[in-house]
């Protein structure tokens, strides 16, 4: 059994856990669920990870290989005493980085976005070639997406049954079961679009390239510091992907906020493609996978699977 720890671990705890890493324990302080510690070699960065170790392993050596290519923007993990990228503490799994100041990107700023474009694009050449030592299915995803298109639409039949079990007694539910065909024959289309489309190619491609995606790429993890460095910070969902999964969640979060602006929409690709030029078949697959209903799709999820503890309004607010 794990034991879960709040973010009001002892300072004792904190001492032995920063002692694993080699260093000294001067001061702390808690954010939610991080420690900002006060070491003998600086401020440093102390999360306790949900990851497991080979995810942990996976994302240093990811980063490892990044700062091997001179992509050095990001805080690499700090080695323990045993030689783990980890401290391992009652069964629990402790990272630690370097602590940096900044301030998160602000993507309304137009200046702001367009170097998030360009990072991104950077990050993706320098990314290419990663071999880890040890494999790890769950996150190698170049190959995967028609098979995950192909679940998610039994997803939705599922969402839709359970939406019809509760419809007399839940508001969403009745919302969800109103909206749910023409959001089901958009994703049967955007999934049939995919057999239909380049995408065989673009993923061998991916595959010879050894590509991977940070996957999370968002404002709040783009840090610009006082000393006007960007960097890009929690690695946690990185995978082996198709670089395009990043520009499209970083094409989405911009635009549907800005009432799916076109001209937004060519300003990232171009700005991207000012530093890596994408091929007409990645093109291709990107806009055919952006026809997916993923938002429709996520919020039955997180209703009927996750049940995430959100008051009901916010739920019928995702619809």
Known sequence: ??????????????????????????????????????TNAGAKYLKKSKL??????????????????????????AWSLNNEPFVKFHDSLFILTDWYLGTELDFRILMDLKQASRFLAEFHLKSAGFKPST?????????????KLEERLKQMRDFQRLANL???????????????????RQALSSYQALLDSPYPVVARQALKELSFCHHDYSSRNLLRTYQ????????????????????????VRNLKHNGWRLDLNDFILSEYQAVNKLTREEMEVMYV?????????????????EKLPWPKERFIKKL
């Open 1 to 38: 059994m794990v034991e879960t720890f709040s973010a009001n671990l002892k300072n004792d705890e904190i001492e032995e856990i920063i002692a694993q890493f080699g260093l000294k324990l001067k001061s702390y302080q808690s954010y939610r669920k991080i420690w900002r510690v006060q």
């Open 52 to 77: 497991k170790t080979g995810d942990i392993r996976f994302i240093d050596e990811a980063q490892q290989y990044l700062y091997q290519q001179s992509f050095t923007d990001l805080p690499k993990f």
């Open 135 to 147: 494999p790890v299915p769950e996150r190698t995803c170049w190959m995967g997406w028609p098979l």
């Open 166 to 184: 509760e419809k007399e007694s839940s508001i969403f539910s009745r919302l969800y079961l109103r909206n749910f065909e023409p959001y089901y």
């Open 228 to 251: 006007d460095r960007l960097l890009l910070v929690d690695f946690d969902y990185c995978l082996f992907d198709l670089r395009i999964h990043d520009l499209m969640n970083l094409l």
């Open 289 to 305: 996978l952006l026809c997916w209903p993923q938002e429709f799709w996520q919020v039955g999820l997180q209703y009927y699977v």
